[in-house]
């Protein structure tokens, strides 16, 4: 099993920056991606970014690219976001999948409000 757990959503300004963290406890070592989710009003939830285990390779939604950040070490993943608009706000939820249990786990998600 592995739990998740997100911090550091709030508002912000259009142009403004904020970092989320997600914090993960339980079989760690068996996770092989790890990745930020974001579902808004109406919407699907989306990928936003992913990264692999090891930390060799990052995926990036086209929408965030050369915005937004991701980054591992070991149990925590962080999701570095600058220069945000509107269109980013949303609930983000962390997620990792463990391949050998095909099995995909969420935290409890963290809302993104980007307003003046």
């Known amino acids: 099993q592995v739990q998740l757990v997100e911090s550091g959503g709030g508002l912000v300004q259009p142009g403004g920056s904020l970092r989320l963290s997600c914090a993960a406890s339980g079989s760690i070592d068996s996770i092989n991606i790890m990745g930020w989710y974001r579902q808004a009003p109406g919407k699907q939830r989306e990928l936003v970014a992913q990264?692999?285990?090891?930390?060799?390779s990052t995926n990036y939604a086209d929408s965030v690219k050369g915005r937004f950040t991701i980054s591992r070490d070991n149990a925590k993943m962080s999701l570095q976001m600058n220069s945000l608009k509107p269109e980013d706000t949303a609930v983000y939820y962390c997620n990792a999948f463990v391949g050998r249990w095909s099995r995909d786990y969420w935290g409890q998600g963290t809302q993104v409000t980007v307003s003046s």
């Open positions: 990264i692999i285990s090891s930390g060799s």
